[in-house]
């Protein structure tokens, strides 16, 4: 089965503008979340989706913002890009929420750099 | 707030040493547990986790953990590294009927062979 598939890998931009990153979830997952991973701060949790529905969001301005399709791919952007910014992008999928006691399948990131 | 915390940032053993990574988390209520490894660049790989039952999970590559609810820890252990088991470790908690896992700041560990 194929894993959790991230796109693109990497991304230059410059401040100011804005950014979409696009996961694709393990076929048959229908949980989506977003995760920021950077040296100084480490693994964040951005928000997940289930079933089109935002559940959870993490402590993030209102900057980052998420989306999920009814095929479960799940897309996030970045308006306003600042150079903090700069990080991996990690997605993860899981079959259902966490009450199923599912573990999460992260996918390979996007590396976003911020000019 | 839930915070995670890995006791240690860098770890640096020689082949066949033993390992523990120490791992304790805050949080009063029904947890679900993780360990997971981030290979050089290779993306995160679930270790092993624990959601009930047998505190001493087993998980890949010869990893096991110890969820000990008292002390609120879930140390990860290995009897014997091998140098392929450089990588960076973290542990990471989920609490709840949510999706959302808190990471520890992450332990790399360096085998050196």
């Known amino acids: 089965k194929a894993g959790v598939t991230q796109t693109p890998r990497y991304l230059i931009k410059t401040r100011g503008q804005q950014v979409t990153l696009s996961c694709s979830p393990i076929?048959?997952?229908?949980?989506v979340s977003w995760y920021q991973q950077t040296p100084g701060q480490g693994l964040q949790f951005l928000f997940e989706y289930f079933s089109e529905t935002q559940r959870n969001k993490g402590n993030f301005p209102g900057r980052f913002s998420g989306r999920q399709f009814s095929n479960s791919r799940s897309e996030m952007n970045v308006s306003t890009l600042e150079l903090g910014d700069s990080a991996l992008y990690l997605c993860a999928s899981s079959f259902g929420t966490g009450g199923n006691n599912q573990p999460q399948h992260f996918g390979d990131g996007t590396r976003l750099s911020i000019l | 707030a839930q915070s995670v915390s890995q006791h240690n940032h860098h770890v640096i053993l020689s082949e066949a040493a033993s390992l523990e990574l120490g791992c304790n988390y805050s949080?009063?209520?029904?947890?679900?547990l993780f360990w997971y490894v981030q290979y050089p660049g290779q993306h995160l790989q679930l270790l092993l986790k624990?959601?009930?039952?047998?505190?001493l999970v087993k998980g890949i590559k010869g990893f096991e953990a110890e969820f000990i609810k008292s002390k609120f820890s879930f140390n990860l252990r290995k009897p014997s590294v091998q140098w392929s088991d450089t990588a960076e470790y973290f542990c990471a908690v989920r609490s709840g009927n949510t999706g959302k896992l808190i990471f520890g700041q992450g332990t790399t560990l360096q085998v050196k062979p």
């Open positions: 624990y959601f009930s039952g047998d505190p």
């Open positions: 076929s048959g997952h229908r949980s």
């Open positions: 949080y009063g209520g029904t947890v679900n």
